[in-house]
């Protein structure tokens, strides 16, 4: 793939954006691609609002998406969905809290882990695989939880 896939993560502080930067980044790295990520914080140890990039490719020369250059915006509370529209490309995928029956996650703190399996319906990567990152990135207290939100978001 000579393409760079662009991958942007809103949301607010204490969310869990950071930890889907990394999971998606582990998925990816573990494929071979060159992975590129930046974040931007505000007031994020007060809620205020944090974005973070990830790209990957055969090569990333930039960390930073260039905006409308977004193929996947992933936002987890819908009132930053308005704020970060702008970065989605014509054609990219928006994936919000919307996207999956929410009230069903066992653990509210698990609505990030959520979001990226509603995420990787998107992506043809193995399932496997992103269970795999999961493990990595988070204690094995929380795998089954996080394992469970994961198989709600991915449908």
């Known amino acids: ?61 930039s960390p930073m998406i260039p905006t409308g250059e977004a193929d996947y915006l992933v936002v987890l509370t819908e009132d930053q969905v308005d704020v970060n529209q702008h970065q989605l490309k014509d054609g990219g995928v928006l994936v919000t809290p919307a996207d999956f029956p929410v009230d069903q996650l066992e653990n509210k703190r698990t609505l990030n882990v959520a979001l990226l399996g509603a995420l990787s319906r998107h992506m043809e990567f193995a399932e496997e695989l992103w269970l795999d990152a999961i493990r990595k990135q988070l204690p094995e207290r929380l795998h089954e939880v996080n394992e469970k939100a994961f198989g709600l978001g991915r449908g």
């Open 1 to 61: 793939m000579n393409k760079t896939v662009n991958v942007k993560f809103a949301g607010l502080g204490g969310q869990g954006i950071l930890t889907c930067t990394d999971i998606l980044g582990h998925v990816v790295f573990d494929l071979g691609f060159d992975v590129k990520k930046a974040e931007v914080h505000g007031m994020s140890q007060r809620g205020g609002a944090i974005t973070s990039d990830l790209r990957y490719g055969k090569k990333v020369f």
